[in-house]
């Protein structure tokens, strides 16, 4: 039988580990395992098994593996890692799509009874509806003040209500109600708080981002760039077709109203000394366009004609000439 390994072993092959997969991996997520049991945190190795591994250990022994692994091997983009490991998180380290291997740690979120003293995630709300409860039971529901009646010898609950609140600590008397009506409020699993990649930190919410999303920002951008530039009359790449248009626009004006005159402008000036050139304009265009018609149709019908000459004078033989 091998010896049971040392306190210090244990370290040194963990120091190892860590070591070996930050070398190994360029992504990282920084997830939060409050409440995550054994069992769950199994499933969740096993679904990710083939391209993640999850690492799990106390933050002191990270810390102190990520900063020494950074000093030799002289690579400080590891140090970023170092403020994120705060509270009881671990480490999936990953080369597959990060979007993808944080969806799929999602799935395996466990439901989970209100226990007392809890701090609830999310809103808690009772629906409405039979509870199935004898009417012994109304004590329950009037220390919470829920609106109930008897139907039917059994306690039904009138309205919706909202028994707690998420931030609040769950009583013993929600606690005790929630369970006599069998539900389970609360889902918990691994909770991506931050995404490492190779030396940038940043928001899980990223993740979520689309191309159209990117696009909508990027214009977003260019629009703010382009009015700040406009009002401040600095050229950018962004502004510089409006400020043409502008000065293109106001050098028109000034040659309307003086003798000056150029190519662009010359056609502008003839239509304001002669105004009917516009209704002259305006009607041949329609014009243009419905002449072409009849002769694309009369284009149509001699193709049309063609072929039937060519019949005719092929009937003009005899089959015996």
Known sequence: MAPKPTKAEKKIAYDA??????EEYTQILVVNADNVGSNQLQNIRSGLRGDSIV?????????RSVRMHAESTGNDVYLSLIPLLVGNVGLIFTKGDLKEVS???????????????LVAPID???????????????????VLNIPTKINKGTVEIITPVELIKKGDKVGSSEAALLSKLGIRPFSYGLVVLSVY????????????????DLVEKFAVGVSMVTALSLAISYPTLAA??????????????VAVETEYSFPQADKVKEYLKDPSKFAVAAVAAPAAAAGGAPAA????EEKKEEPAEESDDDMGFSLFD
């Open 103 to 117: 969806e799929e740690v999602a799935k395996y979120k466990v439901g989970a009874p209100a226990r007392v003293g």
């Open 55 to 63: 690492l799990m250990g106390k933050n002191t022994m990270m810390k």
């Open 124 to 142: 808690v709300v009772v629906p409405p509806g039979n509870t199935g409860l004898d009417p012994s039971q109304t004590s329950f529901f009037q």
């Open 240 to 253: 510089a077709p409006h400020m043409f248009i502008n000065a293109y626009k106001n050098v028109l004006a």
């Open 17 to 22: 580990k860590l070591c070996k997969l930050l």
């Open 297 to 300: 149709a009369a284009k149509e």
């Open 197 to 212: 990649d190779n030396g940038s930190v940043f928001s899980p919410e990223v993740l979520d981002l689309t191309e159209d």
